[in-house]
């Protein structure tokens, strides 16, 4: 009866590991996947390497053509010149410029009677690429000393060049290269023209200036500007009645080309202290000059109408002040923070400083969440036009209105600073008052009251299988939210790390302790604990290493109630434990071969030892009731039926 049990037992191990090698190879299976069809025995990647080749042409044709070809430019006077560089490839080996092998024509095409007025084969000198052919009246066959009679056209000027058959292929290359069109005439044209030009500006004040250079070009070597070869006028004209107020001569001074003109009221002939009254309009400032013929060919040039400027006379300029280099705290700036800018001015008299009597500056400060606002008067000193003002928590600095204190008092939401700087009458001439005044906006600031804090605590070093829990505490200004989360630590270069857990650690609404989060886990080894607060302005990072050991003999481990599953991928199945589908394939084939052998082992000990009993004989001085108390297994005797049965069944797990 009891072998009989025994061999059950052991065919139930060899069963066993049967089944656990199937379900170790199934769950491989399953959890890989179906094989990708770039991979089933290879037909995929065997057809990509049996594509058939293409037999690339051995022949090139031979190429050719005059590279930087340049020729007479338009209206061009003889003689001019033909420039290029012949360039090849794809000759045969040895291959050199010659004669016999290449050629290059020159033809000279009249655009207006549609006809070649000349062919022209350039000699190829041996090894020379380089060629430059000059077009005078010998070569032109013009039949005077110049070539506007036998010429009057325009022509076009194209190079033809070829290459014979001595290419890799026997081919014959050919190029065309229009070089230019031109046409002849006797001498380049004289001109003149004005550099530098500048004159009033709009609203100007009395007196004002006309500058300009008279500049010039073609002329014989010898010319030296003078009056007798050049003049210039000015004209001014009133854009209101469309009629000339001034024409002026510009008195020329021999080698002299840079003039300046003063507008003052005797040039202008105001008939007043001021010209507002004789001349109400806006004007325009026009320049002409003209060149005599002491060109090539002794013909006069002459500049068109050139419009440089047009003003209105004023008695007098605006005052005006500006706040230039303002710079205000920069967005959650830490306290304290500074504005700091220069007053720049103009339109004043010549003795105007700045100072508290003629100059106001006013810092407007907008609370944009409270939209409350305040003006500051800032003190100015004599003389001074650099500021700084400093803002603390307490308020603006020197601040002197009550409700600066009391407004912005505590400095903890987001400003807006704007300056308005303004100066009184102390006018150009002093002839009116007019205050200028410039709105500008500075800069847009949330201000950090204190540094922010940030703790994140675990176990110290070590933790048991089961809840662990995560402490985090801060103190920080706009903050967005705050996050725990817990990775695994990679063993292998390369592997990322997987997220495991994660939670808010955000305070909730009226509290200021700590908060603190449960994370299971129930399987050994290390693990990243990182707390992550999200700030308007930056973020921040703690991050920690927790290892976590076995339960202890005899603990018990609760299972926190709440399990937070972070589960991300495709398709695929999850695997054992969280471990991917190819591990947890290969953990089920380990724990099968394991388990099946173990369960054989046992089985066949068990069959072994039950064959080897030797029967009792007759001088055993043991009773019967004896030798039935004794374990089959392991050969212990025990006093009675209960004590083996009680043996059997927590050693051997016997029923």
Not at 173 to 181: D, E, I, P, R
């Amino acid at each position: 009866m009891r072998k009989a049990a025994w061999r059950t037992l052991g065919s139930l191990g060899l069963g066993l590991v049967a089944v656990f090698l199937v379900l170790g190879m199934s769950g491989t299976t399953v959890l890989l996947g179906p094989a990708s069809s770039a991979r089933d025995g290879g037909t995929t990647l065997m057809a990509d390497h049996t594509a058939a080749a293409v037999k690339p042409d051995a022949a090139l044709t031979s190429w050719i053509n005059t590279s930087d070809a340049t020729g007479p430019a338009a209206f061009q006077p003889v003689p001019a010149w033909i420039n290029f560089t012949i360039m090849y490839g794809n000759v045969t080996p040895g291959f050199e410029l010659a004669s016999n092998n290449t050629y290059v024509n020159l033809t000279i095409y009249d655009d207006v009677s549609l006809s070649y007025y000349l062919n022209y084969s350039f000699p190829i000198v041996t090894g020379v690429a380089t060629y430059s052919l000059e077009l005078d009246q010998t070569f032109l066959g013009c039949s005077a000393a110049d070539c506007t009679a036998s010429m009057p056209d325009t022509y076009t000027y194209t190079l033809l060049s070829t290459i014979n058959d001595t290419a890799n292929g026997g081919s014959l290359g050919t190029n065309t290269t229009v070089v230019s069109t031109t046409h002849w005439v006797t001498y380049l044209p004289t001109y003149v023209y004005f550099k530098g030009v500048s004159g009033p500006t709009v609203n100007s004040v009395l007196p004002a200036w006309v500058n300009f250079t008279i500049a010039y070009g073609n002329v014989e070597p010898s010319f030296v500007i003078s009056s007798t070869y050049v003049t210039a006028t000015l004209e001014i004209y009133d854009t209101v009645t469309h009629s000339d107020y001034m024409v002026y001569s510009v008195p020329i001074v021999s080698g002299q080309a840079t003039y300046s003109i003063e507008l003052d009221q005797t040039f202008l002939g105001c008939s007043a202290a001021n010209c507002t009254a004789t001349m109400p309009d806006t004007y325009g400032f026009s320049l002409y000059a003209t060149l005599t013929g002491v060109g090539n060919g002794g013909v006069p040039a002459s500049t068109s109408d050139l419009l440089f400027a047009t003003t209105t006379w004023v008695n007098a300029l605006s005052t005006w002040v500006n706040a230039l280099t303002a710079t205000g705290p920069s967005p959650y700036s830490t306290l304290p923070g500074w504005i700091n800018f220069t007053l720049v001015y103009g339109g004043v008299g010549p003795s105007y400083e700045v100072g508290p009597a003629n100059t106001t500056v006013y810092l407007y400060t907008l609370n944009e969440v409270t939209h409350a606002s305040a003006n500051y008067s800032v003190p100015l000193k004599l003389g001074q036009t650099s500021y700084s003002l400093e803002l603390t928590s307490s308020g603006l600095a020197g601040c002197t209105q009550a409700n600066c204190t009391t407004t912005f008092g505590s400095m903890n939401d987001t400003y807006a600073f704007t300056l308005w700087p303004s100066i009184n009458g102390t006018a150009h001439r002093g002839i009116y008052t007019v205050n200028g005044t410039l709105f500008a906006p500075l800069a847009v600031s949330a201000f950090i009251l204190y540094a922010p804090t940030f703790s994140v605590s675990a176990p110290a070093a070590t933790a048991i299988v089961g809840n662990v829990n995560i402490t985090t505490n801060y103190t920080a200004q706009f903050l967005v939210t705050a996050e725990v989360y817990v990775y695994t630590v990679p063993t292998l270069q390369g592997v990322a790390p997987v997220l495991l857990y994660s939670a808010s650690a955000l305070k909730p609404t009226g509290t200021t302790g700590a908060v603190t989060n449960v994370w299971y886990e129930g399987t050994p080894g290390s693990y990243e604990v990182s707390f992550v607060a999200y700030l308007t302005y930056e973020t921040v990072y703690i991050n920690g290493t927790v290892t976590v050991e076995t339960t202890p003999s005899g603990g018990v481990v609760y299972q926190n109630t709440t399990i937070y599953n972070n589960v991300t991928g495709g398709s695929t199945p999850a695997g054992f434990f969280g471990l991917g589908p190819a591990v947890s394939g290969t953990l089920f084939l380990l724990i099968g071969l394991i388990v099946g052998i173990l369960a054989g082992l046992v089985a066949a000990r068990m069959v072994m030892s039950s064959a080897q009993a030797k029967p009792p004989q007759q001088w055993s001085e043991k009773k019967e009731e004896e030798t039935s108390n004794t374990c089959s297994v392991c050969g212990k005797s025990f006093g009675s039926a209960d004590e083996l049965a009680a043996h059997s069944k927590s050693e051997h797990g016997m029923q």
